[in-house]
């Protein structure tokens, strides 16, 4: 709980951290350091063809909010479209992915609480792009370090 005298928080977008890896541009609105670790919100881009690989987390919810293009998410194992504005929420534990189905770039708002996520997104950004690109068995074992298991 945040103390009574916190402040309100404002950034503008030269404050925001940006990190780019597993293809995508990711853009911290809010980290852990400005919301008393309660939770960060970041905006995500991600080109045609591409998104995460089936994963799940083992400290954080997650929700997303599709802001912009087509997005399909892993649900219960199956592959489901949907349309812009939608939301959708993976709780910690819960197999999920999304990919970009569409020929524009998705855009999504993204949230996962409790904050963190900015850490492994620093981490992942630094062997993404490490001369020779990602190493596989690198990438698993930094996102395991994070809570972050890959199925």
């Given amino acids: ?5 916190s402040e309100t928080v404002a950034r503008t977008p030269a404050q925001m951290r940006v990190h780019q890896a597993f293809g995508d541009k990711v853009t911290f609105l809010l980290t852990g350091a400005e ?7 970041f905006q995500v881009e991600t080109p045609p063809g591409s998104g995460p690989p089936p994963h799940w987390h083992e400290r954080e919810d997650e929700w997303f909010h599709v802001l912009e293009g087509r997005a399909e998410f892993l649900r219960n194992g199956e592959w489901v479209e949907v349309p812009e504005g939608s939301a959708v929420f993976a709780p910690r534990g819960s197999v999920h992915a999304f990919r970009n189905v569409g020929d524009a770039v998705l855009r999504q708002l993204i949230q996962t609480a409790p904050a963190g996520f900015e850490d492994f997104f620093a981490a992942m950004e630094q062997e993404f792009h490490r001369e020779g690109g990602p190493d596989r068995e690198r990438v698993t074992e930094l996102s395991a370090g994070f809570g972050i298991f890959y199925e």
């Fill in 1 to 5: 709980m945040l103390e009574k005298d």
């Fill in 35 to 41: 919301t008393g670790g309660s939770y960060c919100v």
